[in-house]
Structures are given as C-alpha cells and as structure tokens.
C-alpha cells in the first residue's frame, strides 16, 4: 500500500476533495441542465406548432424559465466553491511557501523560482472559467450518445468532428508546452533583474549604468515577449480554427438534418435540437482549448510548487526541546559551494573546522576578505547545512529544532544589513507582537542607539521604507546590532558588525559584546578590523575556508603575527 502524498499542497487539495466532489455534482446538474434548450426547441417545433396550444406553450416556457433558473443558481454556486478551493488552497500553504522561498535565499544552489508566483497562477486557475471546462468535458459523451439517439448519422458525423477537435487540442499541447515554460522562465528573470536593479539604482545612475542597465533589461523583456507571443499566436490559430469549425459543424448538422427531414427520417425540431446538442458537444473541448495557455501554467506552477515543498518538515512533528545555554560545538564541519555549471566538480568553502565554546565565551573569526568568515557564520546560525561534519547548540543538531522557535534563541548581525519596510520599533522588535516596549528600549541602549532614534521626530516609530533614505549605513548597522541582540539570546552571531561604524559605534558594540558575555551568551564575531575582537577571549584564524589556528585570543594573536610576517592577508586589518 502506497504512503499518503505529505506534500503541502497536496495535502491543502486533500482537505477540499469534499468541495470537488460538490463541484462534480453540480456540474453534474448543470450539463443535465444543458438539455433544457434543445428539449424546448424540439418540444416547439413538434408539439406546439402541430397542436397550436397556446396552455401548452406557456406550461413549457414557465417550466424553461424555471430550469434555467435553476441552471444559474448551480453555475453560481460551482464558480463559488472553486473560488473558495482556491483561497483555501492559498491560505493553506502561503505561509510555507513564503518561508521556502524565504529560506532559499540562504542556499548555495537555489534556482528556484518564485513559489509564490506559481501559488498565486494556480489559485487563479482554480477559481477561473478554465477549470470548469474540464469538469465538463467527461459530459461530452454523454451529448454524443443523445444525438445517436437522435439519428446515427448525426451521431457519426459528431464524433468525426469530436475528433478532429481532439487532435487539434493534442496539437496545441504538443506545439505550445515548451514555450509557455520558456516563457515564465525568461518572465521571472527580467522581474527578478529589474528588482535588483531597483535596489541598485544609486550605484547604476552615479555610475552612467542607466542605458546599458535598460538595454540588458529591454533585450531579457524583448525575449519574453517573443516566446510568449509565440505561444500565444499559436495557440490563437487553434482556437480560431477550432470555433470555426465547431460552426461549421453545426451548420453541416443542420444540412445533413434537414436532408433527413426531407426524407422524414426525423422532425424538423430533431434537427434543430441536434444541432444545438452537436454544439454543446463540443463546447467544453472549445472552452479547453481556449483556456490552454492558463491550463498548461497553472499546471507547470502546480509541478513547480510540489517541487519546491517535497521535503518541507512539518514543524508540527519536532519536540519542543529546552532553551539553548550557547554551548557551541562544531565538529569537522565541512562546506561546498555551489558547482559553477552543470555537471561541474563542487569546490569547499569551509574544510574541516572544528571548536568548542562555552556560555560566556566570546570568539574572534579572523582572515582576509574571501577566507570563510561570512560563510562559517552561516553555518553557526543553521542558514547553512554542511556537507560534512557538524553543528550542535547544547548537544542538539539544527534539524531537530522549529526554525522559528530556535530563532528566538539566536542572534544574527549578516554582513549585508537590509532593514525592512516598517518603523524602527518594528525591525528591532523583530515583528513579534509579544515583545514589550522595554525589551526594545533595553536591546537599543545595550547597543547604545537609544538616543539616536529618540532624537528623531517619531522616535521608534519612526517608519523606514524600501529606499532607507532616513538611516545612514551606520546607523542602519547599530539598529540590525539591536534586533540581534533583543532578549540577549544564548547564541550571537556578528558577521563584521564594524563595518559601517565610526568610533563611536565602536565603542557601543565593545560595550555590547561585553554585557552580552557577562550575561553567559556565546558571541562570535567575524572580524576585519582589530575593534572588532577586542572584547573576545578566544580567536579562530581561517584561511581559504581552512581552520588554521584556534584557541586563547592572546596565544593566538601571538601566533599570527609571526606569521603574518610571511603571510600579510592574515592580518586582520
């Protein structure tokens, strides 16, 4: 017996197979519904004109009127339920699929693709006119088997229709499937470049970028609009073709109709009424192929999704361990990056480090630019998994802790500093309601950028939008240091927290780094400049991702400067 689909979004579907099985039932009614007009139609001609009963005309047109009421409520009703499966679909799994891409962010080998996007493609799918077409097309051989009833000519003349129809809707999926993929690919590159040339814009307009920037982005907007127009032309001949043909069709049942009715082999509301039913035949199938484009990428978003969540962990299922003290523990710990193309042999960051430090320690990274620091810093807050190796917080590996729980434990200064959208009371706070004004005013004046946000005209709540134009670089990186520090976790991580800093942001963060050890937190620091690991009691020098030395800040600092002697990008600034 085969296990259960976990994947998220499989799961989400799951919980709605009830609502499908509604949506089943309701197009159930809708196509049985369907029959009312050609029923009508047949009832006029052959019973109405023939007797000239003006109770009977009425009887049957009170009873239409009803039906097709009745038809209405159930098309609204259906539309409405597929609209709820695909919000319900979304809010199911929105916020693993934010926290996915989110954490692809940190991998050395993502290429994925915004989820979000395909999250959002496939919602729409569900809740469009698209999807109803297919829960009608299984409906088409029950219209065909009517008509044969009608006469069997018909009812062959239909099916070889049908067919030609069919072959048409396998031509466009042949002829179409590959440039609707290249498509969204080559969309997603040209959003994603003229994104980070938004955050770019004062280095591309200082810097005479501006025309060339906008060629290399008119020339990647140009390709996918040429594949996509591509797909588009070619999937608007088949269907031109294809309505076309389904009038034709008609137009030859009439023809062929009315030679039996010449004949008196059928009436002539037989004819009208297979004529109409010819139609309704083979309106799912025009309907599909009208909805092809959005077919085929809601289902490549659909696929894209499942891929990107296989082997998400539900949190769910992880043991609540204790808060960490900070004892950290790495064990050959090693790192590869990213292969540099497909195929290619994958190249070590980080090789075999290994170190112990206790609450209260306190641990200098030293090395030149491109030895490691940033990324063994991603490693000890669990961004990273290493190929090799191991990192432990109180004994415990990071799979085994929620990521959002163990978070609340560690502290993170990246070398990059971004703040996002929102006040300053906000980013230091880390957008957890729960934490309290004095937790925020005590992790600012630890850092000792208290007075720098009271001395604006909001204070905290002092907003800061995409373009940080009210921070400077320093200022940016002394409140960062305050969200890192907020709660004074067990573990913090500082990947050169001095960068942007002028003498007096040093002295904050040697202040910080202090009260944060006297208070038994483990602190390490990636350092470039001597401020840096002043307040450290142990040093650890890496060079090209190696472990070179390691222990007792003063043995080791006596250690590097001899051979920094021999060796000049040991130094540490």
């Not at 159930?28 to 006029?44: V, Y």
Request: with cysteine; net charge positive.
């Amino acid at each position: 017996m085969s296990k259960p689909d976990r994947n998220p979004v499989a799961v989400a579907l799951a919980k709605s197979r009830t609502a499908f099985w509604g949506v089943g039932l309701f197009s159930c009614a809708i196509n049985i519904l369907m029959l009312t007009g050609p029923l009508f139609m047949l009832q006029i001609y052959d019973r109405v004109l023939a007797s000239k009963s003006v109770p009977t005309l009425i009887a049957l047109f009170v009873l239409v009127i009803t039906l097709y009421l009745f038809q209405g409520i159930f098309e609204f009703l259906r539309s409405k339920i597929l609209m709820r499966i695909g919000i319900s679909l979304d809010v199911e799994t929105m916020r693993i699929t934010n926290e996915t891409w989110i954490m692809s962010g940190v991998a050395t080998n993502s290429k994925m693709q915004k989820p979000v996007q395909d999250l959002t493609i496939v919602r729409k799918f569900i809740g469009s006119s698209g999807l109803p077409a297919l829960f009608d097309l299984p409906w088409v051989p029950f219209y065909l088997a009517i008509v044969f009833l009608l006469h069997i000519w018909l009812g062959w003349l239909v099916i070889a229709g049908a067919a030609i129809v069919l072959v048409l809707t396998l031509i466009n999926e042949f002829i179409t499937k590959s440039h609707i993929a290249d498509t969204t690919r080559a969309e997603m590159e040209e959003a994603n470049f003229s994104e980070v040339s938004y955050r770019n814009s004062e280095a591309i307009i200082s810097m005479g970028m501006m025309a060339n920037i906008n060629d290399h982005w008119q020339k990647m907007r140009f390709k996918s609009m040429a594949t996509g127009q591509t797909a588009t032309n070619r999937t608007g001949r088949i269907t031109s073709f294809t309505k076309a043909f389904r009038m034709a069709l008609q137009s030859g049942i009439l023809a062929l109709g009315a030679y039996l009715a010449i004949y008196q082999e059928m009436t002539a509301g037989t004819m009208i009424a297979a004529s109409i039913l010819a139609g309704r035949a083979l309106g799912p199938i025009d309907m599909a192929i009208g909805n092809w484009l959005n077919f085929i990428r809601a289902r490549q978003s659909y696929a894209r999704l499942k891929e990107c969540l296989a082997g998400t962990i539900d949190s769910s299922s992880l043991i609540e361990l204790p808060p960490p003290k900070g004892n950290l523990v790495l064990e050959n710990v090693t790192k590869m990056a990213a292969p540099v193309m497909p195929g290619a042999d994958r190249q070590p960051i980080i090789q075999r480090v290994s170190f112990q430090l206790k609450p209260g320690d306190g641990l200098g990274v030293i090395g030149s630019s491109g030895a490691g620091k940033s990324s063994l810093a991603r490693l000890i807050v669990g961004l990273w998994e290493p190929e090799r190796g191991e990192v432990r917080l109180d004994g415990t590996n990071y799979k085994q802790w929620d990521r959002d729980r163990l978070g609340k434990y560690i502290g993170y200064l990246p070398q990059s500093v971004e703040l996002f959208p929102g006040t300053i009371k906000d980013n230091i706070a880390r957008f957890d309601p729960e934490v309290s004004d004095e937790e925020i005013i005590a992790a600012a004046k630890l850092t000792g950028v208290h007075e720098l946000i009271t001395g604006f005209p909001n204070g905290y709540a002092t907003r800061l939008e995409m373009k940080n134009t009210v921070l400077s670089a320093g200022q940016a990186q002394r409140v960062a240091l305050a969200r890192a520090v907020l709660r004074m976790p067990p573990l913090v991580v500082l990947d050169e927290p001095n960068s942007n800093l002028d003498a007096e942001g040093d002295a904050a963060l040697t202040n910080t780094i202090n009260a944060l050890r006297e208070n038994a937190s483990t602190v390490v620091v990636m350092a470039h400049r001597p401020s840096a690991i002043s307040a450290v009691n142990k040093l650890l020098v890496l060079q090209g991702g190696v472990q070179v030395e390691f222990g007792e800040k003063a043995a080791v600092l006596k250690k590097v400067t001899r051979i920094a002697e021999a060796s000049p990008e040991l130094k540490t600034g």
